[in-house]
């Protein structure tokens, strides 16, 4: 399961990918400025709970920042909607007050345009692309990276909300990055220590990322297992990838039982399921594969499935493709038993923010297929008709 990073690029190639995530960050300011501008809405319920704790907590940080993080550190210790994610949000409110705009922007600065930039990286070090390219090749993969992620509505309908979820994509990024660079064997202490400490901080930002993490340690298990029984020579590293996979489980567990004590019994000992039950259709499975492609688009599910196929005739990639899977169905099964995706409520989606948790492995697997599809026109104008199409399909999603 190791990934082939990539080859260093060069500086007019680093300067021109620049260029493109600074007219990217314009562009997509603009849209959000305008849309919030334009909004003639009244919150409610999710749509509002952020921004005020986002307006309260900043007088408090500013008179006393040690009693602001006390009051954080009680949040995540008792509350299922704690103050951790917006006490990264507390340099736009001391520095831009407490308006929705600035709000809004604050989420858009300090968790969406990461999350783009971390999402180039991760394409371009597990994409497996090892041969020599050409600057225009480079500029092309970058391009399409970030268009196959920064224009999805997925990812941008929650924030104009008022989400703050979408900082957990900053958190699964990054353990994808960690995850994938090396085999479980090859997995040094510090980083197997970092990825569990990062799925507990995960659950801490927002419970219900507690599917992923699930997610995550049963696609682990699965997959070392067949690995195991399929390949003779794996066997004889069964130990090792036992105790690094304890590892992993037992510093995530513990270290969440820990910092949450309260939250963490009560989510052990609640059925969400039956106090979650208001809000699960009848055939939850069937009306779930519905809002996934609702709210996904034709498109992006068909390109996604193409880099699936792709990536798994990639032999660098094929492994990433088995985890990302299985993670994804036992995800999905998870939460479609306890609660559906969306919910309408007067007219309007509550909990677009719950398809996060599919977004980096559709977004990876898109940005896939189009990278590959790019890589195998022989021509300029072939790559260029690529690029045309791919930001076409952005574009008209959006």
């Known amino acids: 399961m190791t990934a082939s990073f990539a080859r260093p690029t060069s500086f007019k190639v680093r300067l021109t990918e620049f260029a493109v995530f600074a007219a990217v960050f314009s562009l997509l300011m603009l849209f959000v400025a305008w849309y919030v501008s334009h ?13 005020n704790f986002y307006i309260r907590l900043g007088p ?10 006390y009051a954080v550190y009680l949040s995540v210790r008792q509350s299922d909607y704690n103050l951790l994610p917006t006490l990264f949000l507390m340099p736009f409110r001391l520095a831009f007050g407490p308006g929705r705009l600035a709000y809004i922007f604050s989420i858009a600065v300090t968790f969406v345009f990461p999350s783009i930039v971390l999402f180039r990286y991760a394409v371009k070090n597990l994409a ?9 090749d480079e500029v092309g993969l970058a391009l399409l990276s970030i268009l196959a992620f920064a224009f999805l509505p997925v990812l941008w309908v929650p924030v104009v909300l008022g989400s703050v979820d979408v900082g957990g994509l900053v958190i699964i990024l990054i353990v994808v990055i960690l995850y ?3 085999d479980l064997t090859e997995q040094t202490f510090g980083s197997l220590v970092s990825i569990a400490l990062l799925l507990c901080v995960l659950v801490l ?4 990322y507690a599917y992923w993490v699930v997610g995550f340690f049963g696609a682990l298990a699965i ?6 029984a399929r390949n003779i020579e794996r066997r004889a590293h069964c130990a090792l990838i036992a105790k690094n996979a304890l590892t992993l489980g037992v510093i995530s567990f513990l270290s969440f039982l820990l910092i949450a004590t309260p939250i963490a019994t009560k989510m052990l000992t609640t059925d969400y399921g039956d106090v979650y039950s208001g809000y699960r ?3 939850p499975f069937i009306h779930n594969l519905g809002a996934l492609y609702s709210h996904f688009g034709l498109l992006t ?3 996604a499935g193409l880099g699936v196929v792709l990536s798994g005739m990639n032999d660098k990639r094929r492994p990433m493709v088995y985890f990302l899977c299985i993670q994804f169905v036992i995800t999905f099964v998870l939460f479609a038993r306890t609660q559906d995706f969306v919910i309408s409520s007067r007219g309007q989606y509550v909990g677009v923010q719950h398809f996060y948790w599919a977004l980096a492995t559709l977004a990876l697997f898109l940005a896939f297929s189009a990278q590959d599809l790019f890589l195998w026109a022989r021509s300029r104008v072939g790559k260029a008709a690529v690029l045309l199409f791919v930001a076409a399909g952005c574009f008209e999603l959006l």
Request: with cysteine.
């Open 60 to 69: 408090v940080f500013a008179r006393n920042p040690v009693r602001a993080l």
């Open 223 to 228: 997959c070392e297992g067949l690995r195991c």
């Open 180 to 182: 994938f660079r090396a």
């Open 301 to 303: 599910l068909v390109l």
């Open 39 to 51: 909004e003639r809405f009244i919150y409610f319920w999710d749509l509002v709970g952020y921004h």
């Open 128 to 136: 497996g692309n090892g041969r020599a390219l050409s600057p225009f």
């Open 281 to 283: 259709s009848s055939h």
């Open 205 to 208: 930002y927002r419970r219900w």
